[in-house]
């Protein structure tokens, strides 16, 4: 088993019925909740609107109270399912440390909106400065340039490809304007990080905090967010956020790079199959997760999220249990983890 100096509640997850990733990691320096939000479930999730209520009321319950226990929070991005604002919520932020996903740049339009309200708001409350500048960058490279393992590998015909980089690019040099153009928002406090590719240090424990990574998909349309490592002596905990699955390739990569001994990964969104996930890309994202199981040392891995939206879940994603079945790899639910069942599963 994994070194229980690094300790996790998945303190609410889609698969205990409202949508989330909450989790509240400790160690024996430090204390962080990351994405400390929760949303309704989608109109097609099997349960009544009053249960879809009554488990987002526990749901934020719960997070208010694991929020107590945090040093530092951490938001990744910017949906309401990863953080929340509202009065209620208010304490959650109060003589924290936070950590967010940078306002101004690798941002899509309607997270640049969000990320604004949520400074402002949180401004008010703890009566931060805000301050906008000119903006520190004008020129952004194109982020599949990046995608190396991706750039060699065919997922369409020739022409379906070049045409869906074009648009792609039309897409992130339009967006990537807005960056360059629009006045930056700051905020005039220590306590309030911008984490994008930053980490800090106390004791023996490190977190890091990736680049800003694709959303799903390459040139996805809802933007990006960042992922949290979080290592104390030799044991590493890296907690994925919306990389759905990992559908991209490098991203799988990355992973088994860092060799997590414990691995909180978002499974693919199948409930949207044949809508905006393809057949094409629910396989890239299972035969991804398949490869991190094969090549780290994993000893426990919850996949969840997005995946807990659909009673298909195991079927569309077999190969992956299968998988970690052979490898010795403890797979589960995040309301498994907290030895409950699915509510998907008390539906069925």
Same mark, same amino acid.
């Given at each position: ?84 604002? *509202?009065?209620?919520?208010? !304490? ?9 996903? /940078?306002?101004? $740049? =690798? %941002? ?125 002596? *030799?044991?590493?905990?890296? !907690? ?9 390739? /490098?991203?799988? $990569? =990355? %992973? ?93």
């Amino acid at each position: 088993m994994y070194n229980s100096y690094i300790k996790f509640i998945p303190v609410w997850f889609d698969s205990m019925g409202a949508k989330s990733t909450c989790t509240l990691v400790t160690t024996p320096d430090t204390s962080l909740i990351i994405d400390p939000g929760a949303a309704i479930m989608h109109k097609t999730f099997p349960i009544s609107e009053f249960a879809k209520s009554d488990y987002l009321n526990q749901a934020k319950e719960s997070v208010m109270k694991a929020s107590k226990y945090a040093e530092h929070v951490v938001i990744s991005h910017y949906h309401y399912d990863h953080l929340m604002v *509202d009065d209620n919520s208010r !304490y959650l932020y109060q003589g924290k440390n936070l950590w967010v996903k /940078d306002p101004n $740049q =690798w %941002i899509n339009y309607s997270q640049w909106e969000r990320a604004r309200k949520f400074l402002k708001w949180l401004g008010k409350i703890e009566k931060y400065q805000i301050q906008y500048t000119k903006p520190k960058k004008t020129s952004f490279k194109d982020p599949f340039d990046e995608l190396e393992t991706l750039k060699n590998k065919n997922y369409r015909d020739q022409q379906a490809n070049e045409d869906f980089i074009l648009k792609g690019s039309k897409w992130f040099s339009k967006l990537s304007s807005q960056w360059s153009k629009t006045n930056w928002i700051n905020v005039k406090s220590d306590a309030v990080n911008f984490a994008d590719g930053s980490g800090f240090q106390k004791g023996d424990t490190k977190v890091r905090f990736s680049e800003p990574l694709f959303h799903g998909v390459e040139y996805s349309k809802t933007g990006w967010l960042i992922s949290t490592i979080v290592e104390y002596r *030799d044991t590493k905990l890296l !907690y994925t956020s919306d990389l759905q699955g990992p559908i991209i390739e /490098d991203y799988a $990569q =990355w %992973i088994i790079n860092e060799n997590p001994d414990i691995l909180i990964l978002d499974g693919p969104a199948t409930y949207l199959l044949g809508y905006m996930l393809s057949n094409t890309d629910l396989k890239r994202s299972v035969d991804n997760a398949v490869d991190i199981i094969k090549n780290c040392d994993l000893d426990i891995m919850i996949y969840d999220h997005h995946l807990l939206r659909d009673s298909s879940y195991k079927e569309h994603t077999s190969s992956v249990w299968e998988a970690a079945k052979k490898r010795e790899v403890q797979i589960l639910t995040a309301a498994e983890y907290n030895g409950d069942i699915p509510v998907l599963e008390k539906n069925t």
